[in-house]
């Protein structure tokens, strides 16, 4: 008999089997769970939906998605951001249908009600005559998106009024960011602009990968080591810290074996240097000039990579670039991904173009490491919705492992910066960490 009904005693018993190092498999294609997710997780928290420089100018907008509330996401006349639903509160249609652009008012295309950058209704095709003077359109704004905020130039939104502060949110992810986001004065910029593209894989099973699963590359990457592109020691991945955060957050700093490098600072322009000094502590500089590959997810469904990747062949440099994605769950089986490039403003044009062609070739929707991913994914989620899968008979040991270094790897003891380091990135302490946040959420009242 297949899961029916996911209830409190069912997702008591996810979180024992968690404690215990194991995840039921039937949790990636549970429309049930993916219900409670919605309600519990995405409603309540902070949602990642943009970057400030791509609304640099007053009047600039993007539309994005907090999963089905589309979001009209705006730079103001006085240079506040402000996030509003994009719906009409006429007759509820998608205000703005554009991904992007520039405007001063939003004029639905359905029965022409026009509202400014404010939210304000300004406009009704012959309002006195079908409404009379009596409608109070103060009453018929655009509705704001509850809580926003940023840090770091990442504009973050929740639709939950009483959602923490973003910075308790956050937590020790800041200071992470900081070496990644804040390196510069100036900081990043996205390039062009962000990728979508569809995946048949359930939210859990990406934000996973990118937040606590190293120990794939050396067999899901394996022919962009045959092709030159990735170092040749099988073991690369594993070298570094994993670093599990509160929150459910985690990131993994991948360096060398020896924690050595040739090249400083992810090979990061060399007249950018003295920004490092000036902005980063002595700690972060250490990690950023040692750093491989930066990698992790902030909960729930924001993952990143910083690594150093050629922009071709096995001829072509080595170029960093900070990627950040959001897994869009649309269904428990389906997500859609919404990927920024981004790179430090200060500099070079040639540098910030080869750092772009270096994300489309990796990490762009057609590229190599991308295509690798995504085909694995979509198999978990194929053989997460058969019976025995989803059935209750004990028999059929319907979990999956998650006990890489389960009492066998110890935290390091002297680590001089936030959360829990463990000197390997081969480790499931992120994932675990991560599983056990997530059921909380869904046991929360």
Known sequence: MAYTTVDATALKDIKEKIHTGVLPQWVFSNQQIYELELEKIYARTWNFIGHESEIRNPGDFVTRWIVHDPV?????????????????????????????????????????????????????????????????????????????????????????????????????????????????????????????????????????????????????????????????????????????????HGINICTTKDGTTSRPYQGLPEELWPEFEKNLTAEQRDILYRAVVFVGNCFPNLSFVSPMHGTGGPDEPLTSFVNF????????????????????????????????????????????????????????????????????????NNVLNYLMGMGRVEPIEQWRAPGTAYPTCWLDAISRSFYEHWVDQLLSE
Not at 82 to 109: E, I, M, W
Not at 216 to 230: D, K, P, Q, W, Y
Not at 371 to 394: C, H, L, N, P, Y
Request: with cysteine.
């Open 72 to 248: 009209l996401l705006l730079r103001d006349q006085d240079g506040q951001i402000r996030a509003y639903l994009n719906s009409c509160t006429h007759r509820g249609a998608q205000l703005c249908v554009a991904d992007c652009g520039n405007k001063k008012t939003f004029t639905c295309p359905y029965h022409g009600w026009t509202f400014n950058q404010r939210g304000e209704l300004i406009g009704i095709i012959a309002g006195n005559k079908v409404y009379g003077e009596e409608l109070d359109r103060s009453q018929w704004a655009l509705r704001r998106i509850p809580r926003v905020e940023t840090y770091q130039g990442m504009i973050f939104a929740s639709l939950n009024p009483d959602v923490e502060p973003l910075d308790e949110f956050l937590g020790g992810m800041k200071w992470y960011f900081d070496i990644m986001l804040g390196r510069t004065t100036n900081g990043l910029e996205v390039r062009g602009v962000p990728h979508r593209w569809l995946i048949r894989t359930n939210w859990k099973i990406s934000a996973d990968n990118f937040g606590g699963d190293p120990y794939h590359v050396a067999m899901s990457h394996r022919s962009t080591v045959e092709l030159g592109i990735s170092p040749q020691d099988p073991m690369y991945a594993s070298y570094g810290y994993q670093i599990v955060l509160e929150n459910g």
């Open 325 to 396: 994605r959001t897994w869009r769950p649309l269904a428990p089986d389906l997500i859609e991904v919404c990927s920024w490039c981004m790179v430090d403003k200060d500099a070079s044009e040639e540098f910030k173009e080869a750092s772009y062609r270096s994300y489309v070739g990796s990490f762009g929707p057609g590229g190599t490491l991308e295509q690798d991913d995504g085909e694995i994914w979509t198999r978990v989620e194929d053989a997460s919705k058969g019976f025995m899968v989803q059935s209750k008979d004990v028999h059929y």
